[in-house]
C-alpha cells in the first residue's frame, strides 16, 4: 500500500470510489445468490446490510443515513418496493453510525459481528411492521414467520459481516492516511 503514496490525489480518490462502488454493488449481486453454505432455513446473509454496517461504523450519522438510502433504494429496484428496505437501511445506517465506537465497539471481529447481528434484527423487525401496516398477511402469520426469518438472517450476516467489512476498512484507512483533504 505504499507505493500509492506516489499516485495523483485525483487518482486516488477515482480508485476509492471505484472501491466503494464496486463493492456495494458486488454485495447487491450477492443478495438473490444462493451458493451452498449460505443459506440458513433458506435465508441467505444481508449482504446490503453488511455493506450498510461496514461503511457507516467510521462514517457520521448523516453519511450512514444517505448511504442506508441509497443501498435500500437499490434493493428496492431488485426486489419489490414494498415494504421498502430504504427505512430499515437508513435507520441502521444512523445507528450503526451514532455508536460510540472508542467506548463500545473495536477492530475485531466479535465487535462487527454483534453490531451486525443486532442490526440485522432490528432491520428485519422493521420490514415486519411494514408488513403488518400493509394488511396483506394477519398480524399472526406476520410475527410467526418474523422470529426465524430474523434469527437466521442475523446469525448468517453476523457470520459474514467481517469478511466485508476488514478489507474495506483497511482500504478506507489506508485511503484516509494518503488523501491530503
Same mark, same amino acid.
Not at 8 to 13: I, K, Q, V
Not at 83 to 109: C, M, N, W
Given at each position: 500500500?505504499?507505493?500509492?503514496?506516489?499516485?495523483?490525489t485525483s487518482s486516488l480518490r477515482l480508485l476509492n470510489a471505484a472501491?466503494?462502488?464496486?463493492?456495494?454493488?458486488?454485495c447487491l449481486l450477492m443478495l438473490p445468490t444462493r451458493l451452498p453454505?449460505?443459506?440458513?432455513?433458506?435465508?441467505?446473509?444481508?449482504?446490503?446490510?453488511?455493506?450498510?454496517?461496514?461503511?457507516?461504523?467510521?462514517?457520521?450519522?448523516?453519511?450512514?443515513?444517505? #448511504?442506508?438510502?441509497? @443501498?435500500?433504494?437499490?434493493?428496492? #429496484?431488485?426486489?419489490?418496493?414494498?415494504? *421498502?428496505?430504504?427505512?430499515?437501511?437508513?435507520? @441502521?445506517?444512523?445507528? *450503526?453510525?451514532?455508536?460510540?465506537? !472508542?467506548?463500545?465497539?473495536?477492530?475485531?471481529?466479535?465487535?462487527? #459481528?454483534?453490531?451486525?447481528?443486532?442490526?440485522?434484527?432490528?432491520?428485519?423487525?422493521?420490514?415486519?411492521? !411494514?408488513?403488518?401496516?400493509?394488511?396483506?398477511?394477519?398480524?399472526?402469520?406476520?410475527? *410467526?414467520?418474523? !422470529?426465524?426469518?430474523?434469527? #437466521?438472517?442475523?446469525?448468517?450476516?453476523?457470520?459474514?459481516?467481517?469478511?466485508?467489512?476488514?478489507?474495506?476498512?483497511?482500504?478506507?484507512?489506508?485511503?484516509?492516511?494518503?488523501?491530503?483533504?
Amino acid at each position: 500500500m505504499r507505493n500509492l503514496s506516489y499516485w495523483p490525489t485525483s487518482s486516488l480518490r477515482l480508485l476509492n470510489a471505484a472501491i466503494v462502488v464496486g463493492s456495494l454493488f458486488l454485495c447487491l449481486l450477492m443478495l438473490p445468490t444462493r451458493l451452498p453454505g449460505l443459506e440458513l432455513l433458506g435465508i441467505s446473509p444481508n449482504w446490503a446490510l453488511i455493506w450498510v454496517v461496514a461503511w457507516s461504523l467510521k462514517r457520521k450519522p448523516w453519511q450512514g443515513i444517505v #448511504a442506508g438510502l441509497v @443501498v435500500g433504494w437499490l434493493q428496492d #429496484a431488485m426486489t419489490s418496493a414494498e415494504p *421498502t428496505h430504504a427505512i430499515s437501511l437508513a435507520v @441502521v445506517g444512523l445507528l *450503526t453510525a451514532r455508536l460510540e465506537k !472508542q467506548k463500545y465497539l473495536q477492530e475485531d471481529f466479535i465487535s462487527v #459481528a454483534l453490531v451486525v447481528f443486532g442490526m440485522a434484527l432490528l432491520a428485519e423487525t422493521i420490514l415486519a411492521l !411494514q408488513f403488518s401496516l400493509t394488511g396483506v398477511r394477519t398480524l399472526s402469520e406476520i410475527w *410467526t414467520t418474523h !422470529q426465524p426469518l430474523a434469527l #437466521a438472517s442475523a446469525i448468517l450476516s453476523s457470520l459474514w459481516a467481517p469478511v466485508v467489512y476488514f478489507p474495506l476498512n483497511r482500504w478506507w484507512q489506508t485511503f484516509r492516511n494518503l488523501d491530503p483533504s
